[in-house]
């Protein structure tokens, strides 16, 4: 089992030639086609892209870069009275059970849910290479009460999903995160797309170009 202080085994360069940044089209869909290796997945996360698979186009992998792109400043999370009497109710573990987590935002019974097995299958192999890391949260029963999951590169986390069993157990986890990322010396929390509900969390839209800058700024010495 690896964990968020374990260096993640290196990658090897892609088969697949992802557009440079001046190359990237107009609109957020980047391309078609490709695979799930985690070359290909960690090597897209460094150009700002990332895998997502949409109900309109069943079976086809779609790769992304939205424009504009949501972020969520590590020091305008929103953290509400609730959050915080919430909190103290939880126990944050991390990478302790990495697949459960994932399960549990792959629900096919959550509307718009698009984490299909191949996904499952290859984040778990990321999560065993040391790139993708679980957040968990956990009641005073010991039961998984939410969490979420996504891929570090250096100083990126690409928050992928995030879920809830119980109340306010996912913003626990995005709670979490934020301060594990602060003392961990990171800068760049991407959420994709700035949703309403991300928003009231914190979270903002930023162009792309101003994305690709900070992504390099968090991703020093390459």
């Given at each position: 089992?690896?964990?968020?202080?374990?260096?993640?085994?290196?990658?090897?360069?892609?088969?697949w030639r992802?557009p440079?940044p001046?190359?990237?089209p107009?609109?957020?869909?980047?391309t078609?086609g490709g695979?799930?290796?985690?070359?290909t997945?960690?090597?897209?996360?460094?150009?700002?892209i990332?895998?997502?698979?949409?109900?309109?186009?069943?079976?086809?992998l779609?790769?992304?870069s939205p424009?504009?792109?949501?972020v969520?400043?590590?020091d305008?999370?929103?953290?509400t009275?609730?959050?915080r009497?919430?909190?103290k109710?939880y126990e944050i573990?991390?990478?302790?059970?990495?697949a459960r987590?994932i399960?549990?935002?792959?629900?096919?019974l959550r509307?718009d849910?698009?984490?299909s097995e191949?996904?499952?299958?290859?984040?778990t192999r990321?999560h065993?290479l040391g790139?993708?890391h679980?957040?968990e949260?956990?009641?005073r029963?010991?039961?998984l009460?939410?969490?979420?999951?996504?891929v570090?590169?250096?100083?990126?986390?690409a928050?992928?999903?995030?879920f809830?069993?119980q109340r306010?157990?996912?913003?626990v986890?995005?709670?979490?995160?934020?301060?594990?990322?602060?003392t961990s010396?990171m800068t760049?929390?991407?959420?994709?797309w700035?949703?309403d509900?991300l928003?009231?969390?914190?979270?903002?839209?930023i162009?792309?170009?101003?994305?690709?800058?900070?992504l390099?700024?968090a991703?020093?010495?390459?």
């Amino acid at each position: 089992m690896t964990d968020w202080t374990t260096k993640p085994q290196p990658v090897e360069e892609s088969r697949w030639r992802f557009p440079l940044p001046s190359e990237l089209p107009d609109g957020d869909l980047v391309t078609l086609g490709g695979d799930l290796d985690p070359s290909t997945i960690v090597n897209a996360y460094r150009r700002g892209i990332f895998p997502m698979e949409v109900t309109a186009l069943p079976g086809v992998l779609c790769w992304w870069s939205p424009d504009p792109r949501g972020v969520l400043p590590l020091d305008r999370l929103r953290v509400t009275r609730s959050m915080r009497k919430s909190a103290k109710r939880y126990e944050i573990r991390v990478d302790t059970c990495f697949a459960r987590v994932i399960r549990g935002c792959a629900d096919p019974l959550r509307e718009d849910g698009w984490i299909s097995e191949d996904f499952v299958a290859a984040y778990t192999r990321l999560h065993e290479l040391g790139w993708a890391h679980s957040i968990e949260v956990f009641d005073r029963d010991g039961q998984l009460a939410g969490g979420l999951y996504g891929v570090r590169v250096d100083g990126l986390f690409a928050g992928e999903s995030m879920f809830h069993l119980q109340r306010d157990a996912s913003k626990v986890a995005l709670m979490a995160l934020v301060d594990l990322m602060r003392t961990s010396g990171m800068t760049l929390l991407d959420v994709q797309w700035c949703t309403d509900h991300l928003a009231s969390l914190g979270a903002v839209a930023i162009p792309r170009q101003e994305y690709l800058a900070r992504l390099a700024d968090a991703r020093p010495g390459v």
